[in-house]
């Protein structure tokens, strides 16, 4: 199933899912932070399935779209910088890294920095300054405060890429897919 017509076929499905997911921020209160998280996770069976290397294709194109076409561009910030790619970059990073603590560390410093960059666009280049403002008094501090439940969510969301990796591979394809661990 590794042929380029499968892969485009499949590439083009998962990039169409994930921005639908992406135009849903739009409608949908509070879906700024869901929507990236869920279409970052539909990567994981393009990269189980066709490969990392398609699975950052359509992520690059997915993030290009959302940037130019998703009503919310702090979730196509979110998608770009962090969401999009770590569902693949993860599987990466538990093969290259062996010490359990040094391999957490690294991700939480990748997630730290690239959100505190995209952030730093949001408030910069796309000239939302006041993005922080809308907390009040609170304003101030918020921006930590914001980082620090940031960094309770990564630690859900890694568990959770992992164990949904684990059921794609040791549950979904072989199910349905009639492929991979019996």
Same mark, same amino acid.
């Given at each position: 199933?590794?042929?380029?017509?499968?892969?485009? &076929? =499949?590439?083009?499905? &998962?990039?169409?899912?994930?921005?639908?997911?992406?135009? *849903?921020?739009?409608?949908? !209160?509070?879906?700024?932070?869901?929507?990236?998280?869920?279409?970052?996770?539909?990567?994981?069976?393009?990269? /189980?399935?066709?490969?990392?290397?398609?699975? @950052?294709?359509?992520?690059?194109?997915?993030?290009?779209?959302?940037?130019? *076409?998703? !009503?919310?561009?702090?979730?196509?910030?979110?998608?770009?910088?962090?969401?999009? %790619? %770590?569902?693949?970059? +993860?599987?990466?990073? /538990?093969?290259?890294?062996? &010490?359990?603590?040094?391999?957490?560390?690294?991700?939480?410093?990748?997630?730290?920095?690239?959100?505190?960059?995209?952030?730093?666009?949001? =408030?910069?280049?796309?000239?939302? !300054?006041?993005?922080?403002?809308?907390?009040?008094?609170?304003?101030? %501090?918020?921006?930590?405060?914001?980082?620090? @439940?940031?960094?309770?969510?990564?630690?859900?969301?890694?568990?959770?890429?992992?164990?949904?990796? /684990?059921?794609?591979?040791? %549950?979904? &394809?072989?199910?349905?897919? +009639?492929?991979? +661990? +019996?």
């Amino acid at each position: 199933m590794k042929h380029k017509s499968s892969q485009v &076929a =499949i590439g083009g499905m &998962a990039s169409g899912l994930c921005l639908l997911l992406m135009f *849903l921020t739009g409608m949908i !209160p509070f879906s700024e932070y869901a929507c990236p998280t869920f279409a970052g996770l539909v990567l994981i069976a393009v990269a /189980e399935e066709m490969g990392r290397k398609t699975a @950052f294709i359509v992520y690059g194109a997915t993030s290009l779209l959302s940037l130019l *076409l998703a !009503p919310s561009k702090e979730a196509a910030i979110l998608f770009v910088f962090f969401f999009g %790619y %770590y569902p693949v970059l +993860r599987t990466v990073l /538990e093969q290259r890294i062996g &010490a359990k603590p040094i391999r957490f560390g690294a991700k939480l410093l990748l997630f730290n920095v690239m959100i505190v960059l995209g952030y730093l666009v949001v =408030i910069n280049v796309l000239g939302i !300054p006041d993005i922080l403002e809308e907390f009040g008094s609170f304003g101030k %501090y918020s921006a930590l405060v914001l980082l620090l @439940f940031g960094n309770v969510f990564f630690v859900v969301y890694d568990y959770t890429v992992g164990n949904l990796t /684990e059921v794609y591979r040791d %549950y979904f &394809a072989p199910k349905f897919l +009639r492929r991979g +661990r +019996r």
